[in-house]
């Protein structure tokens, strides 16, 4: 007889793979899905945010990512147009812990192996296959039909199949809700740089004359490695008709703040780019038998760029609420809205300030006006430490009282 899971995740990036693992532990048979083959690179900033660390400690991995090869951060560094520089130490919520919490950046060939070896462990998982198409009976989407990489056709059926197949996502393209709106996209490129001088152990977003309205940033890694790029939203790109690696070129080249930090720096492989479906603008991610996590559902933040964090609170929304439709025996698109209604009351604040955060950073006045009070006063710093990770913080950034009361400060 045909095995019928419970649940198939197409792809199994951090978002996918934590989905697995989570359906799994709430007893689910799950089937993942995976085109490549572990371990493998993803393109990146490579920094891994406080959500995914609520994941990771959910799927006990915490110690086996700072075990790994990883730089410690402890702040951001943001320059303005004008060199104006700040140092914005992350907030600590135990400020009576002997020494401040870190974040961490972490190359993707090591971190995404983690999440996935674990979901690997315990989950029925085929790398190297490429899920084409979806099985649809009854306007419901009931399978997927793919590839082995010997060329092999298969299809396997599922109660639910949860597209985590990242920005190209298959699943999304087929059920014709993938994000195409260019003022919603964000392009990026980076490259890995040894030998840049003048680190710290801060992640560095500096708004440069050059590629305003875009932003470059340097994120430390470890033994003495950076992550480099720069990223702009699509539709900023095309009209300003910028060459993302020329310009990030040009400003290592001729930028005051970069050019003898990089003078004796060296590149590590290609430059690459990779696209990014921000959640300025959210596409449908659920419907009869399906679900989209990640950036399959254009869950980017649209002011960072950084996508693991909302990729695996999506893929542990989905599972939660897969379990829950797996009890009611209900794989309806009003059954999966509960799944959305948690992104709306979760995530959805985050992207709407992180989507006004980046009309802001297209402003140079702005830009200047902010970070130059912020390098004077140690209020303004503490106050944008806070927006850091504090969304009520972040809606004063909004407010014309805001500006008039930093005008006197």
Not at 29 to 36: I, M, P, Q, S
Not at 132 to 147: H, P, T, W, Y
Not at 279 to 290: D, V, Y
Not at 328 to 355: C, G, V
Request: proline share 5%; hydrophobic share 40%; aromatic share 10%.
């Amino acid at each position: 007889m045909e095995l019928v899971y419970d649940v198939i995740v197409v792809g199994a990036g951090p978002g996918g793979s934590a989905c697995a693992a989570l359906c799994y532990e709430k007893g689910l048979r799950v089937l993942l899905l995976e085109k490549g083959k572990y371990p493998k690179d993803k393109i990146c900033g490579d920094a891994i945010s406080g959500k995914s660390a609520a994941v990771l400690n959910d799927l006990n991995l915490v110690d086996e990512v700072a075990v790994n090869p990883n730089a410690r951060v402890y702040g951001v560094l943001f320059s303005s147009p004008k060199k104006d520089e700040i140092v914005i130490p992350f907030p600590q919520k135990d400020l009576n812990a002997p020494e401040p919490k870190p974040g961490y950046v972490q190359r993707r060939m090591v971190f995404d192996n983690i999440v996935f070896q674990h979901a690997k462990s315990i989950v029925n998982t085929i790398e190297e296959f490429s899920v084409n198409d979806l099985i649809q009976e009854n306007n419901f989407v009931v399978g997927v039909k793919g590839k082995h990489k010997d060329g092999r056709e298969q299809e396997f059926r599922g109660k639910v199949v949860v597209g985590a197949d990242g920005a190209a996502s298959v699943v999304a393209r087929k059920l014709g809700v993938e994000q195409k709106d260019p003022d919603h996209i964000i392009m990026a490129i980076r490259a890995y740089y040894r030998g840049i001088t003048g680190m710290t152990p801060n992640i560095e977003l500096h708004f440069i004359e050059s590629i305003i309205p875009g932003y470059f940033w340097i994120f430390p890694l470890e033994d003495g490695t950076a992550n480099v790029g720069i990223g702009m939203v699509k539709s900023d790109m095309q009209k300003t008709k910028m060459n993302l690696t020329e310009a990030m070129f040009k400003a290592i080249e001729e930028d005051p703040l970069f050019k003898n930090r990089f003078k004796n720096a060296e590149i590590e492989g290609p430059v690459r780019g990779w696209t990014l479906p921000s959640g300025s603008r959210r596409t449908k991610n659920h419907g009869n038998g399906w679900l989209l996590i990640g950036d399959a559902a254009s869950l980017i933040d649209p002011f960072s760029g950084e996508g693991i964090g909302n990729a695996m609170t999506s893929g542990k929304y989905a599972s939660e609420v897969i379990s829950e439709a797996l009890r009611a025996n209900d794989f309806s698109e009003k059954f999966f809205y509960k799944y959305e209604k948690m992104i709306q009351e979760n995530l959805d604040p985050e992207l709407k300030n992180s989507y006004s955060l980046q009309k802001w950073g297209k402003h140079k006045w702005l830009l200047n006006f902010l970070i130059g009070k912020a390098s004077k006063n140690k209020q303004v710093q503490e106050l944008l430490s806070g927006m850091l990770v504090n969304e009520e913080a972040k809606k004063k950034l909004y407010s014309p009282l805001f500006y008039l009361k930093l005008l006197f400060s």
